[in-house]
């Protein structure tokens, strides 16, 4: 697909935090497998079709296009190939009754370890950090089968554990990134609940296999989520009717932090403005005093020296006169 030309200019913005930085792009980060495109599609597709609260439309019908072409493939239990390109999508997302924007990138999965693990130099690799820069909020989709299992070997281990840990770092130290939501979203838990709870349950396993992103990333939000359903027999077949679970609650947790963000940003640009109008009020104040002060003194001085002139002219010659014709 030739993606479309939108001019990002024209596009609405998120609040920039304070930070001199536009954040206005919610950032979905994944190595190969880990459902990336299936999840923003079939969230799209419930979204575009939702009649709550948070609904989603694309800003250009190749966007919706797309989303759809590969949601219908899904329902026909087709899977789609793996993403072979950076893509994003400009979505216009309405959430209580508040419109956004949201960027959705989906980068194929080797890029991950391209820009996080062997910090290789591309113009690819720029790209994603410059998106990554920009993020007002950052969804890390993880497959728990890559973490650990027969499925699981060094290269997911490490790039699903430094990897994350490395642009989640990057994130916090950037500018305006230190307050930003990021989303650790286990994905196909239908297939991978029986190994959540071998290992204690969700929050045992996260300890156990993500400790230094939980330390690196203050709050932490951790969803679950099951974007299609397959076949229980080893085939990895897609199973009919299947019912996508709890997609939209990671969207819900970014876009509640950036409400919170932003909120928090206006009271604090409220306070700064009133702050200094207070000083320049009272700055005001010393000036309008310090000039009344100085007409109080011409005043007096104006009325000395008309005093004084008075004295000198008329009074004090007639004193004279009459001392001397009086001698």
Same mark, same amino acid.
């Given at each position: 697909?030739? +993606?479309?030309?939108?001019?990002e +200019?024209t596009?609405?913005k998120?609040?920039?935090?304070?930070?001199?930085?536009?954040?206005?792009?919610?950032?979905?980060?994944?190595?190969?497998?880990?459902?990336k495109?299936?999840?923003?599609?079939?969230?799209?597709?419930?979204?575009?079709?939702?009649?709550?609260?948070?609904?989603?439309?694309?800003?250009?019908?190749?966007?919706?296009?797309e989303f759809?072409?590969?949601?219908?493939?899904?329902?026909?239990?087709?899977?789609?190939?793996?993403?072979?390109?950076?893509?994003?999508?400009?979505?216009?997302?309405?959430?209580? !009754?508040?419109?956004?924007?949201m960027?959705?990138?989906?980068?194929?999965? +080797?890029?991950?370890?391209?820009?996080?693990?062997? +910090?290789?130099?591309s113009?690819?690799?720029?790209?994603?950090?410059?998106?990554?820069?920009?993020?007002?909020?950052?969804?890390?989709?993880?497959?728990?089968?890559?973490?650990?299992g027969?499925?699981?070997?060094?290269?997911?281990?490490?790039?699903?554990?430094?990897?994350?840990?490395?642009?989640?770092?990057?994130?916090?130290?950037?500018?305006?990134?230190?307050?930003?939501?990021?989303?650790?979203?286990?994905?196909?838990?239908?297939?991978t !609940?029986?190994?959540?709870?071998?290992?204690?349950?969700?929050?045992?396993?996260?300890?156990?296999f993500?400790?230094?992103?939980?330390?690196?990333?203050?709050?932490?939000?951790?969803?679950?989520?099951?974007?299609?359903?397959?076949?229980?027999? !080893?085939?990895?077949?897609?199973?009919p009717?299947?019912?996508?679970?709890?997609?939209?609650?990671?969207?819900?947790?970014?876009?509640?932090?950036?409400?919170?963000?932003?909120?928090?940003?206006?009271?604090?640009?409220?306070?700064?403005?009133?702050?200094?109008?207070?000083?320049?009020?009272?700055?005001?104040?010393?000036?309008?005093?310090?000039?009344?002060?100085?007409?109080?003194?011409?005043?007096?001085?104006?009325?000395l020296?008309?005093?004084?002139?008075?004295?000198?002219?008329?009074?004090?010659?007639?004193?004279?006169?009459?001392?001397?014709?009086?001698?």
């Amino acid at each position: 697909m030739t +993606e479309p030309k939108v001019e990002e +200019e024209t596009l609405p913005k998120y609040e920039d935090n304070g930070s001199g930085i536009l954040r206005d792009r919610i950032v979905i980060l994944g190595r190969q497998g880990a459902g990336k495109t299936v999840y923003l599609s079939l969230l799209y597709d419930l979204l575009w079709k939702s009649k709550g609260n948070l609904t989603m439309k694309a800003l250009h019908g190749e966007y919706h296009r797309e989303f759809i072409k590969t949601v219908v493939k899904l329902r026909h239990g087709k899977w789609p190939g793996p993403t072979a390109s950076n893509r994003r999508a400009y979505i216009e997302i309405s959430y209580k !009754g508040q419109n956004r924007l949201m960027v959705a990138m989906d980068y194929s999965g +080797e890029l991950i370890n391209k820009a996080f693990v062997s +910090e290789e130099e591309s113009d690819e690799v720029q790209e994603l950090l410059e998106h990554l820069d920009r993020a007002a909020g950052v969804m890390l989709l993880v497959d728990p089968a890559d973490v650990t299992g027969p499925k699981a070997d060094i290269d997911s281990t490490v790039e699903n554990d430094f990897g994350v840990v490395q642009a989640t770092s990057r994130l916090r130290k950037w500018a305006g990134g230190a307050n930003i939501p990021i989303v650790l979203v286990l994905t196909k838990v239908d297939e991978t !609940g029986s190994l959540l709870k071998q290992y204690g349950g969700t929050e045992v396993f996260c300890r156990k296999f993500f400790p230094k992103l939980i330390s690196t990333v203050i709050n932490l939000k951790v969803c679950k989520i099951a974007a299609v359903q397959t076949i229980k027999n !080893g085939t990895g077949k897609i199973k009919p009717g299947f019912v996508p679970t709890n997609l939209e609650i990671p969207l819900r947790c970014c876009l509640d932090k950036i409400s919170e963000n932003e909120k928090n940003a206006k009271m604090i640009k409220r306070r700064q403005q009133y702050v200094e109008a207070n000083i320049k009020k009272i700055k005001r104040e010393i000036i309008r005093d310090r000039v009344i002060r100085w007409c109080i003194i011409t005043v007096i001085a104006t009325a000395l020296g008309i005093l004084a002139y008075y004295v000198l002219t008329i009074v004090w010659p007639d004193i004279l006169d009459k001392w001397i014709l009086g001698s």
